[in-house]
């Protein structure tokens, strides 16, 4: 479901908590690791996590940015105020984008491509280094898609890889980093 300022600002309580323990544990695991982690090539990957965003930093980006966010998306938010995952030194890797970044991120967005933007799309995550990047599409039918944001692309061709972003980042956890929709 996506979560607009208007319903936002009603929803009791706040968040529902969608993310599921064990994968909250999971990542929580990989951000406290003191061992090196390898990814799906061997190369040793970090983590790294922001604290959590409070309610009055969500309802801001949301209200005066007009953006929908999923709400397990926002719930992401309420524990990681956005993170990076599977970091290889600045070559490669997953940055999900916390408060402070949703909106400058889709402006920039959607100066690039201009006429060809969705104004459905909202960016969560760019690919460290090289310039694509994953974002929502909202729906009619109030569920969202997420997809794979190859820059060389219009937005109109860009593939849905799911519609779940626990279970996109499930998958990614298991595939130790693998753009498993490739």
């Known amino acids: 479901m996506l979560v607009e ?3 936002f600002m009603k929803c009791k309580p706040f968040y529902s908590k969608s993310m599921t323990e064990e994968l909250r544990q999971r990542l929580d ?3 406290g ?19 959590a965003a409070t309610r009055s930093d969500i309802v801001s980006t949301i209200g005066n940015n007009h953006i929908k966010l999923p709400e397990d ?14 970091k290889y030194q600045d070559l490669g ?14 402006v920039i967005q959607q100066q690039t491509y201009l006429e060809d933007w969705d104004n459905n799309l909202i960016v969560f995550c760019r690919l460290i280094a090289d ?7 909202s729906r009619n039918d109030d569920k969202y898609d997420i997809l794979d944001c190859y820059h060389d692309e219009i937005p109109e061709k860009w593939t849905v890889i799911g519609n779940s972003f ?10 130790r980093g693998r753009r498993f929709w490739l």
């Open 5 to 7: 300022f208007r319903i």
């Open 33 to 51: 690791q003191n061992e090196d982690i390898t990814d799906y090539e061997g190369l040793v990957v970090s983590f790294h996590k922001n604290p």
């Open 131 to 137: 310039g694509d990047f994953i974002s929502f599409r």
């Open 166 to 175: 626990d279970g996109f980042l499930e998958r990614l956890i298991i595939e």
């Open 29 to 31: 695991l990989h951000f």
């Open 93 to 106: 890797g997953f940055e999900f984008l916390g408060t402070k970044d949703i909106a400058k991120e889709n």
């Open 73 to 86: 998306y926002c719930d992401f938010l309420q524990i990681f105020d956005g993170c990076t995952l599977f």
